[in-house]
């Protein structure tokens, strides 16, 4: 008998807490990379892609200025330090590999290496081709599609747990904006 009361006790406890019981959401840890909106840079109607983890207010999110020009088929980053445009992506050179070190948002800096003509693949910085571990990073590049209008890139990634995960960058060339996309 004093077996079921203990029983019972114990249950109705544990009933009157769950209530109090709070729980995390592992999808708002997750980083997320998406282009925003579009905005003005220099006079120059540009894209803004989010390279951070979910927040509800998007100003605190880390960003980037985005560019692309299909005319030379390069895709370029705003480098709001240096104040100049960086080459992110040349989708016209066959054995692009970018010149300097690549940082977006949160994610930890990477040189990009053409693999064929619709994909890239980001490496370390650092001299043997590797990540410390725990590190947020970009692992790879791939065209979706590329037009006069725009360029569809998919941009793989990985956060400090080793878990992996995409993101979809939609990019205008805004000189072009009223033209009809090709098929």
Not at 126 to 142: A, E
Request: charged content about 30%.
């Amino acid at each position: 008998m004093e077996k079921i009361i203990k029983k019972i006790l114990i249950q109705t406890l544990i009933l009157c807490f769950v209530g109090n019981i709070k729980a995390q959401i592992l999808e708002v840890y997750r980083p997320i990379i998406v282009t925003y909106k579009s905005g003005i840079l220099n006079n120059e109607k540009i894209d803004l892609g989010i390279f951070d983890y979910f927040n509800q207010d998007t100003s605190k999110m880390k960003n980037e200025y985005l560019k692309y020009d299909s005319d030379k088929g390069v895709l370029y980053k705003y480098d709001v330090a240096n104040k100049v445009f960086q080459t992110i992506l040349c989708l016209n050179n066959q054995n692009y590999k970018s010149k300097e070190e690549i940082k977006l948002g949160m994610f930890d800096g990477f040189v990009l290496t053409r693999e064929n003509s619709n994909s890239f693949k980001a490496g370390s910085p650092y001299g043997d081709g590797r990540y410390p571990s725990h590190h947020k990073i970009i692992k790879s590049i791939d065209v979706l599609q590329k037009t006069k209008k725009t360029l569809i890139i998919r941009v793989n990634y990985q956060d400090e747990f080793e878990w992996k995960y995409f993101g979809i960058l939609v990019l205008k060339d805004y000189r072009y904006e009223n033209l009809e996309d090709e098929e």
